[in-house]
């Protein structure tokens, strides 16, 4: 919460007064706030569900899972046997031969992906000024996230070590 | 967990202390908007001899009364209890009579401003209205069915303990208009509302903590908050006001409370 003094004029007191009554004369010109909370036709209507609150609760439950997934992920390809030197195609197809490696980067792909899509969506929600904008930024993201989790998800699936 | 009041202390003020009483000169740089007469805002000095342990709210008073009447802003009870003359005082919300000059470091000029995120309408007022709505829309009023009994509704001290720290709030919007969230985005209710919720969530006489919890439970309610804790920070009644709101939002996945 700094102070932002720097974008207005600093005058004295002597010159508080400009003395041209009525300003401009157009309201419009005037430095206003737009008033919160106001009910407009483009109000948002009140919803019933729980969506934000099971988003919420995502967002708490899959960022514990995902320090797990992410430091053991991290310890395994950079740090023990070798560290990132021994990653190559054979390491990987020896990995996905086993169902538990398959699981975890499955599980580790998904929830990042809808962590942080999701994380964004907060972001862009906080950020966008127009309701436009918003809609655009947050179709974009959508599409990537799901474009990202679906080539995923395919890969690891039909991954093929003789290729 | 309020504003820390102190600042940045000086030998001279100290000084000024032990003696009588010693004047020292202060900058009040007022942010002044009069739409009629200049379309933006614009910050104004005054200079002013002011005891320093006299408080924010007296020098205001001194420029009101003794240098230019114009200048326009909201006080009622001058100590704290009513609520209304929450500014921006040196780029954090607080009470303008709770705050002493000697305490914001009036070495350098004190910026004064009004609070964030409401239409400001002149000087350091700022339309409450939307502020208001957002708090008539958590219903804060004690909802019960049956028949009124004919004396007081008892409860246990530890019912009463639950909800005391949000019985505090005197309705001063400078938790609300420190919220980033609600700065960006004028839908959500803002931490006074919920914590005038909450007030009434936890009371163990009121029966209308569902209907208040589905209404926190909304786009614009409780999960909009990011815990930033400026609200804690900027209550100048003490009140724990993201604490408040986690046990809302608890409340609201456990449905116990």
């Known amino acids: ?163 | 967990m309020s504003t820390p009041t102190v600042e940045k202390h000086s030998a001279a003020l100290d000084a000024a202390e032990v003696g009588g009483v010693k004047l020292i000169t202060v900058t009040l740089r007022i942010r002044r908007f009069n739409p009629e007469e200049l379309p933006d805002p614009v910050w104004v000095d005054y200079q002013l001899e002011m005891d320093p342990k006299e408080r924010v709210l007296d020098a205001l008073n001194k420029v009101k009364w003794e240098q230019d009447g114009t200048l326009t802003y909201r006080r009622s009870c001058a100590h704290g209890i009513c609520g209304s003359d929450a500014m921006r005082i040196n780029g954090r919300n607080r009470l303008a009579c709770k705050t002493l000059i000697k305490d914001v470091n009036p070495e350098q000029p004190i910026t004064i401003e009004a609070i964030k995120g409401l239409t400001v309408l002149k000087d350091l007022i700022v339309d409450m209205d939307p502020f208001f709505q957002a708090y008539k829309d958590v219903m804060p009023f004690l909802i019960t069915s049956g028949n009124e009994p004919t004396r007081e509704r008892l409860q246990t001290a530890e019912d009463r303990e639950r909800f005391d720290d949000t019985t505090k709030c005197i309705l001063c919007a400078a938790c609300t208009s420190s919220c980033p969230v609600f700065w960006n985005d004028g839908q959500y209710f803002g931490p006074a509302a919920i914590v005038n919720a909450h007030r009434f969530i936890f009371d163990s006489r009121d029966e209308g903590a569902e209907q208040r919890l589905e209404i926190l439970n909304d786009r614009e309610g409780v999960w909009r908050c990011r815990t930033t804790f400026n609200c804690s920070e900027a209550c100048p009644r003490g009140i724990e006001v993201t604490k408040a709101i986690q046990e809302v939002k608890r409340a609201l996945v456990t449905r116990r409370f």
């Open chain 1, 1 to 163: 919460m700094a102070a932002d003094t720097n974008e207005t004029l600093v005058v004295p007191s002597v010159h508080a007064h400009t003395g041209q009554g009525l300003g401009t004369g157009n309201p419009a010109d005037a430095f206003v706030v737009e008033p919160p909370r106001a009910r407009t036709k483009k109000t948002p209507r009140r919803t019933r569900t729980n969506f934000e609150m099971l988003a919420w609760l995502f967002m708490r439950l899959s960022g514990v899972l995902l320090v797990v997934l992410i430091l053991g992920h991290l310890l395994i390809m950079l740090v023990l046997d070798g560290g990132v030197s021994k990653i190559n195609f054979a390491f990987v197809a020896g990995r996905w031969a086993s169902p538990f490696w398959q699981g975890w980067d499955l599980l580790m792909l998904w929830l990042a992906m809808l962590h942080g899509s999701n994380g964004m969506r907060t972001v862009i929600n906080d950020y966008a000024e127009k309701d436009s904008t918003r809609l655009w930024l947050k179709t974009l993201m959508g599409a990537a996230t799901v474009f990202t989790v679906l080539l995923g998800t395919l890969v690891i699936f039909t991954f093929d070590p003789n290729i």
